[in-house]
């Protein structure tokens, strides 16, 4: 049972370049959530998925596009990447959504490392 | 916008000593959770505590929460070289259409 795996692990990327961020989990959650974290900022909601088909934005979605089309996938794309995006990244997936009344417990990934030079 | 503040924001201590740290939040709650993060590693769950409870426990790990107070402590006893990390709480906001919010983490050292 891997739990939420993301890759890359580390990424370089020039001002201007697009990546996609991959995240999987093999728990059959339907909940997935993006965050990225800064330091002194702790961790920030970026996007977030209550099923496959089903996004929205969370706290700071500029500059990140995401898609759902299946239960497993959850990936994150820079469309145009900007030393302001320099960050740790964090995919995380629960079996029910916050708010949902019911335990959400979150499990998260090993995070991606991204510098945007 | 944070929801939790925990406090203090850095605490260092012996081996064996007990490690209280608190967070405070603003809104109601459905729940409160406190994960661990390991440097470089990702965030891993610790405990969860409902709105209607007030004490669990965990291993060598005590939450309370005050619901009048908006705030929760957690408590790790005879603390271990290996409890070094940081320490954050989340927030099940009531109404928040679906999303737990962190808060910024208390860096725990543990000192052999």
């Known amino acids: 049972n891997a739990g939420v795996t993301q890759t890359p692990k580390f990424q370089v990327l020039k001002t201007g370049q697009s990546m996609t961020l991959q995240c999987a989990q093999d728990m059959n959650h339907e909940y997935m959530s993006w965050y990225r ?21 969370g706290e700071v979605p500029n500059g990140y596009n995401v898609s759902r089309s299946t239960t497993e996938d959850f990936p994150l794309r820079l469309l145009s990447a900007a030393p302001s995006q320099t960050s740790v990244y964090f995919c995380a997936s629960s079996y029910s959504r916050p708010g949902s009344g019911t335990k959400n417990i979150q499990y998260f990934g090993a995070g991606t490392r991204l510098s945007v030079l | 916008s944070q ?28 729940n409160l959770q406190w994960y661990r993060q390991n440097s470089g590693r990702g965030l891993v769950h610790l405990i969860l505590i409902r709105s209607n409870e007030r004490e669990k426990h965990s291993g060598r790990l005590r939450v309370t929460l005050d619901t009048s107070k908006k705030s929760s402590s957690l408590l790790i006893t005879a603390s271990r070289a290996a409890d070094t990390a940081s320490y954050f709480c989340a927030t099940d906001e009531m109404g928040a259409n679906s999303k737990l919010t962190f808060g910024k983490g208390i860096t725990l050292s543990v000192r052999p």
């Not at chain 2, 007990?18 to 809104?27: G, L, P, R």
């Open chain 2, 3 to 30: 929801q939790g503040e925990e406090d203090p924001q850095a605490l260092s201590i012996q081996e064996g000593e007990n490690a209280t740290m608190n967070c405070s939040y603003k809104t109601s709650i459905n």
């Open chain 1, 37 to 57: 974290q800064d330091p002194g900022m702790g961790l920030r909601l970026i996007h977030y998925s209550v099923g496959a088909g089903i996004t929205d934005q």
